[in-house]
Nanobody, 124 residues
Framework: QVQLAESGGGSVQAGGSLTLSCAAS????????MHWFRETPGKERDFVAA????????YYADSVKGRFTISRDNAENTVYLQMDSLTPEDTAVYYC?????????????????WGKGTLVTVSS
């Protein structure tokens, strides 16, 4: 079993930056492939980024590539999402998630564990 808890959401102006954190417990963190998804009302939950167990490989949705950076600190059991050059289209609830398999998935259905989410609001 894995428990995930996001933090760091808030309000920011367009062009600004924000960093999200997700703390994991219940399993050896270094065994987990970590993901970020986001969701707005009336829309599907969309893939944002993922990172390999060691942190050596990063994966991004085209919509955030070049602006967002995923990273992890296995000593702190935490994955981060550094978000730069934010736009109102980035406004969403951001979820941390992980999969029981050693692979990356861009589909929400592939995830086995989810955090409760943290809200990011970007104003113009």
């Amino acid at each position: 079993q894995v428990q995930l808890a996001e933090s760091g959401g808030g309000s920011v102006q367009a062009g600004g930056s924000l960093t999200l954190s997700c703390a994991a417990s219940g399993r050896t963190f270094s065994d987990l492939v970590m993901h970020w998804f986001r969701e707005t009302p009336g829309k599907e939950r969309d893939f944002v980024a993922a990172i390999s167990r060691t942190g050596l490989s990063e994966y991004y949705a085209d919509s955030v590539k070049g602006r967002f950076t995923i990273s992890r600190d296995n000593a702190e059991n935490t994955v981060y999402l550094q978000m730069d050059s934010l736009t109102p289209e980035d406004t969403a609830v951001y979820y941390c998630a992980t999969i029981s398999e050693v692979r990356v998935s861009r589909e929400p259905a592939g995830m086995d564990y989810w955090g409760k989410g943290t809200l990011v609001t970007v104003s113009s």
